[in-house]
C-alpha cells in the first residue's frame, strides 16, 4: 500500500508560538507533497507544493513566512505554522504522490491545530 | 471565474438503494476527476479516477462517469450501506499542473 502518517493529530497551542507538523510517506518516496487546509464544513484548500530538495510553491494568498515548508528528504515534509493565531486554527492535511504515479494522491490523517 | 460544485445538502438514503451524487465544473479544463472518501476528522481517501476521454469507470459497487460536454462528473454507489455513510469529495486536475482543486463535497447518510 501507500500510507502517509502525520504527527502530530492534534495540538493545542497558545497564540504567538510556533508549531511544527510533520508529513512522512511510511512505503514510498515522494518527491512532492502538498499541505492542504480544511476548516469545518469547507473543502480542502491546498496552501502550497512541497519538493524535495527546493522551496515550496505556495498558493496565492498563504504566507510564505508564516508557514514555513521543509522538504529534506524524499519521505518526510515538515509545515510550521509561526506566531500562530486563533484564526490559522484548522484541520491541516498533507498528501503525497509516488514518482511512478503521480496522478494518485495518498492523504495523510490530518493534523487538528487548535490556537488559544 | 473556476468553480467544483458539489451538493452542499447532506444526501440521505434507506440501505440498498443506489447513491447518486454530483460534481459540476465551471471554466476548467479537466485532465482527469477523482473521487475521495473523507470521514469525519480524517482524511481524504482516494477511491476513483477518471480520465477526460473515459465515459465511465467502475470498481465494485461504485462507478464514475464523466460528461466533459456537460462538465459534470455522477457518483453512484450501488447497494449502499451504512457504512457508506461519510463525505465525498470531487477533485480534478487540470492538464500542466500537479495541483488537485477540490469540490466541498456532500455528506452522504445511509440508514438502514
Known amino acids: 500500500g501507500a500510507v502517509v502518517s502525520q504527527h502530530p493529530s492534534r495540538v493545542i497551542c497558545k497564540s504567538g508560538t510556533s508549531v511544527k507538523i510533520e508529513c512522512r510517506s511510511l512505503?514510498?518516496?515522494?518527491?512532492?507533497m502538498f499541505w492542504y487546509r480544511q476548516f469545518p464544513k469547507q473543502s480542502l484548500m491546498l496552501m502550497a507544493t512541497?519538493?524535495?530538495?527546493?522551496?515550496?510553491?505556495?498558493e496565492q494568498g498563504v504566507e510564505k513566512d508564516k508557514f514555513l515548508i521543509n522538504h529534506a528528504s524524499l519521505t518526510l515534509s515538515t509545515l510550521t505554522v509561526t506566531s500562530a493565531h486563533p484564526e490559522d486554527s484548522s484541520f491541516y492535511i498533507c498528501?503525497?504522490?509516488?514518482?511512478?504515479?503521480?496522478?494518485?494522491?495518498?492523504f495523510g490523517p490530518g493534523t487538528r491545530l487548535t490556537v488559544t | 471565474s473556476q468553480k467544483i460544485e458539489q451538493n452542499s445538502e447532506a444526501l440521505n438514503i434507506q440501505e440498498g438503494k443506489t447513491a447518486t451524487l454530483t460534481c459540476n465544473y465551471t471554466n476548467y479544463s479537466p485532465a482527469y476527476l477523482q473521487w475521495y472518501r473523507q470521514d469525519p476528522g480524517r482524511g481524504p481517501v482516494f477511491l476513483l479516477l477518471i480520465r477526460e476521454n473515459e465515459k465511465e469507470k467502475r470498481k465494485e459497487r461504485l462507478k464514475v462517469t464523466f460528461d466533459t460536454t456537460l462538465k459534470q462528473s455522477l457518483f453512484h454507489i450501488t447497494a449502499s450501506q451504512p457504512a457508506d455513510s461519510a463525505t465525498y469529495l470531487c477533485?480534478?486536475?487540470?492538464?500542466?499542473?500537479?495541483?488537485?482543486?477540490f469540490g466541498t463535497g456532500t455528506r452522504l447518510q445511509v440508514f438502514p
Open positions: 498528501s503525497a504522490s509516488r514518482d511512478s504515479n503521480p496522478n494518485e494522491q495518498y
Open positions: 477533485a480534478l486536475r487540470s492538464y500542466n499542473t500537479d495541483k488537485l482543486i
Open positions: 512541497s519538493n524535495e530538495g527546493s522551496k515550496a510553491t505556495y
Open positions: 512505503d514510498f518516496q515522494a518527491t512532492t
